[in-house]
C-alpha cells in the first residue's frame, strides 16, 4: 500500500558527506514518524536516526553531530544528511516511515520500509 523509494548511497572516502532521500508513494492519510535504521554486514539493524510529525528529533549517539534527519518540504520525504563519514558507517541504510493509510474500508496503521542503500566509507 505504501512504497519506499531510497536514492543517495554511494562509496565515499572517510571525512566526507553524502545524503539519502526517502520518498514515500500511495494512499498516505499522515505519517507519525519517519526512522533511519542501518545494518553492517554481520550486525543486527539499528536505528540511526528518527522525526515525529511534529518535527522532534533523536539520534544514535555513534552518529549525533554528524547526521542530520529531516523531513522534505512535500512532507512524504525525509532525508539523512550524513557528514564527517567514518568506515564504520559503512552499512546499507534503510528508511521506515509509519502512519496512517486509506483503503477500502477506512484509514488504518502502516509501516514500510525502504529497499537500502549501500553506503560504504573507504579510502
Known amino acids: 500500500q505504501v512504497q519506499l523509494v531510497e536514492s543517495g548511497g554511494g562509496l565515499v572516502q572517510p571525512g566526507g558527506s553524502l545524503r539519502l532521500s526517502c520518498a514515500a508513494s500511495?494512499?498516505?492519510?499522515?505519517?507519525?514518524?519517519m526512522a533511519w535504521y542501518r545494518q553492517a554486514p554481520g550486525k543486527q539493524r539499528e536505528v540511526v536516526a528518527a522525526i515525529t510529525r511534529g518535527g522532534s528529533t533523536n539520534y544514535a549517539d555513534s552518529v549525533k553531530g554528524r547526521f542530520t534527519i529531516s523531513r522534505g518540504n512535500a512532507k512524504n520525504t525525509a532525508y539523512l544528511q550524513m557528514n564527517s563519514l567514518k568506515p564504520e558507517d559503512t552499512a546499507v541504510y534503510y528508511c521506515?516511515?509509519?502512519?496512517?493509510?486509506?483503503?477500502?474500508?477506512?484509514?488504518?496503521?502502516?509501516?514500510?520500509w525502504g529497499q537500502g542503500t549501500q553506503v560504504t566509507v573507504s579510502s
Open positions: 500511495g494512499s498516505i492519510f499522515s505519517i507519525y514518524a
Open positions: 521506515n516511515f509509519s502512519g496512517l493509510v486509506r483503503g477500502l474500508r477506512g484509514v488504518s496503521d502502516f509501516g514500510s
